[in-house]
């Protein structure tokens, strides 16, 4: 075999390998870092997101927060999934953000593509964190996660 021929099979094996990553990892739900401080308890500014951040109320329970952007195809398939999942659950809140307009705060957590979706508990303590379209069954779960972290 040429040099040639070993580039691409290298090529192609290289693709179907990111290509397979991609797929794993794209839209999954995971954990942020130790969201409660030790010693105080209180939950870090940049871990945090208020109503006066994103202009809206946040949710009784939980909200779902997610930077979409105009061009942005599978923003779209998780506006739906996130809408239904509002409507399934009770004190649940959906808010959609553009991330061109909010800038600073995109900046601030680390947003880095569009769709992302942050679940928040009632006290808009980031929680979990989806960068890609979401699963509904993966959602509902990240959703008890935050509603079981709440303080009350």
Known sequence: MSLGMWVLVGAVAAGVVLSVLKATLDGRFRGTHVVRKADTDQVDSMDRVSAADIGAELGERATLLQFSSAFCAPCRATRRTLA????????????????????????????????????????GAIVKRASGAPRKPDVIAALATAIEHAPR
């Open 84 to 123: 239904e999942v509002e409507g399934m659950v009770d004190g649940v809140r959906h808010i959609e953000l553009d991330a061109e307009k909010h800038l600073e705060l995109v900046r601030r957590l680390d947003i880095l593509r569009t769709p992302t979706t942050l679940v928040l508990d009632r006290t």
